[in-house]
């Protein structure tokens, strides 16, 4: 068997990048699937500040109505 003059064969060589592109692939995919996450918790966090704002428009409103009787 011959050496690249790194001391691994060409064989080592493909299988440890194929490792290192199975990892890159790895941390790819976990990065999509936080990036999905992000958006799903930004669209929560605007749905939960409308219904916040909606609610506080109701109270004003409601107190404005206690105060006519």
Do not use: F
Request: hydrophobic share 30%; proline share 0%; with cysteine.
């Amino acid at each position: 068997m011959r050496t690249a003059g790194l001391g691994k064969t060409s064989e080592q060589w493909r299988l440890e990048i194929q490792e290192e592109r199975n990892k890159a692939d790895g941390w790819k995919k976990k990065c999509q699937e936080t990036q999905v996450q992000n958006q799903s918790l930004e669209r929560n966090l605007l749905e939960s500040r409308s219904m916040t704002d909606e609610l506080k428009a109701r109270i004003v409103e409601l107190e404005r109505s206690i105060h006519y009787y």
